[in-house]
């Protein structure tokens, strides 16, 4: 199956822009969505399809993709934006779901 | 609103059987796609197995094919994960999950709390 590649670990001081990177060869057929889980919770769902937004998740979010990677880009960042972020996507083959390993925002 | 409650989990010995469940309100249960998603303790996220609006299409994870089983209710808003065969590996906080379309897709908009299954002896 295939893989999606994140970095482990990303700051942002507050207010500023941040972009959160996920790699991986099934993001060239089909889009990533975007999950923010805070420790203790299940994960919420911030960005899904070409760039949509669900229902509550401030428009500060926002996703891209160019060739095999997506991107999710907080532009201004708050202090409540610190959590684990995780990419995900279907794989290339019949099926099966795939999850990048997560990426750790931190807010200075 | 929207809710998933996750019910079943527990502490159950290597090789042994468990089953889940997830119950939905909040929304039309029959027209959407459900997954089951797990996170081993200090893990990331992986995908168990999904199962589309009404139930005919089925699919799983590598890792658990073979010996869990995914199904669903419509009648009585309910999702199911039937675990046989369980291993160590397994023990992870497991989560329902509603899809934002009929048929699985990668976008799950509403997650359940979750619940833990421990495998161990």
């Known amino acids: 199956s295939s893989e999606l590649t994140q970095d482990p670990a990303v700051s942002v001081a507050l207010g500023q822009t941040v972009r959160i990177t996920c790699q991986g060869d099934t993001l060239s057929s089909y889009y990533a969505s975007w999950y923010q889980q805070k420790p203790g919770q299940a994960p919420v769902l911030v960005i899904y399809?070409?760039?949509n937004r669900p229902s509550g998740i401030p428009d500060r979010f926002s996703g891209s993709s160019s060739g095999n990677t997506a991107s999710l880009t907080i532009t201004g960042a708050q202090a409540e934006d610190e959590a684990d972020y995780y990419c995900?996507?279907?794989?290339?083959?019949?099926?099966?779901?795939?999850f990048g390993g997560g990426t750790k925002l931190t807010v200075l | 609103q929207v809710q998933l409650v996750e019910s079943g989990g527990g502490v159950v010995q290597p090789g042994r059987s468990l089953r889940l469940s997830c119950a939905a309100s909040?929304?039309?249960?029959?027209?959407?796609?459900m997954h089951w998603v797990r996170q081993a303790p200090g893990q990331g996220l992986e995908w168990v197995a999904a199962v589309s609006f009404d139930g005919s299409s089925k699919y799983f994870a590598d890792s658990v094919k073979g010996r869990f089983t995914i199904s669903r209710d419509n009648s009585k808003n309910t999702l199911s994960l039937q675990m046989n065969s369980l291993r160590a590996e397994d023990t992870a906080v497991y989560y329902c999950?509603?899809?934002?379309?009929?048929?699985?897709?990668?976008?799950?908009?509403?997650w359940g709390q979750g619940t833990l299954v421990t495998v161990s002896s």
């Open positions: 909040g929304f039309t249960f029959s027209g959407y796609g």
């Open positions: 999950a509603k899809d934002v379309y009929r048929s699985p897709t990668a976008s799950l908009d509403c």
């Open positions: 995900n996507s279907r794989d290339s083959s019949v099926y099966p779901l795939v």
């Open positions: 399809g070409k760039n």
